[in-house]
């Protein structure tokens, strides 16, 4: 066989729907999930990349933040992850940071409280004296089939969640930041192609894209750079815990892969949007929506 070809990477063979139908309680566990979420835990290999930098992940206990967290660590960086109430998928996530080799800080709490998301940049500048990246990834949604089906609470919670959070943790960071570090926010293709049964949470999607844009101009002079990713459907506990067991069992069929991503496929583009090398990178949208163009 020739060289080449044995060196030739191969190509994941990742599940397809139709999944089982099955639903759990927000925020949910990826413990439960069948097929099993892969977050790079076996794959993901290390270069050096984030070496020495300081990361803080909201939402880093599962889903993409777990992936984001483990590519994180495993390329050199010390991470805090913050989440909700799910202890043990956030105790497993640092688990596997610190059989990286790096320190890893978790910090439970609800970032819809402005105080809370405050003290969480003091804990990690106190833990580790610096934050170098902040991704603000964590986000609450639910499925409503119509405009009365929503209440007040549900998008108020939605607002404070996804988007006033990014605020607040943005504004503590910043004056702990030096040139070079960077904030990466995660919107989603509702930002662009809304979903009428997710209005609450595409909306707060379109708000992100739009924050960060501005962001990025606003802390262009301090060397400080602001992207977002945004994702199609991935498989994490938010989708069996917001959508009914007929839904997530179709879920990503209707891209052009046949199927959602698997979280470790979003870390790459956090990583490079993270690393030094990327340093003209701000203000940008990358999409990873398997095949299924931005509007």
Partial sequence: MNKSTEARPHYPDYPKPPF????QELPGSF???DPKPDHGEQSWR???RLEGMVALITGGDSGIGRAVAIAFA????????SFLTEQEDAADTARLITESGRRCLQIPGDIADPDRCRQMIEQVVKEFGRIDILVNNAAHQDTFETLDDIPDEEWQRTFAVNIHAMFYLAKAAVPHMKPGSSIINTASINADAPNPGLLAYATTKGAIQNFTGGLAQLL???????????PGPVWTPLIPASMSGEKTSKFGAN???????????LASTYVMLAEPMSSYVSGATIAVTGGKPLI
């Fill in 220 to 230: 262009a002079e301090k060397g400080i750079r602001v992207n977002c990713v945004a």
């Fill in 46 to 48: 290390g270069a050096g």
């Fill in 255 to 265: 891209y052009p892969l046949k199927r959602p991503a698997q979280p470790v496929e």
């Fill in 74 to 81: 495993r390329e050199g960086a010390d991470v805090a992850i």
């Fill in 20 to 23: 089982p139908e099955q639903t």
């Fill in 31 to 33: 413990k439960l999930m």
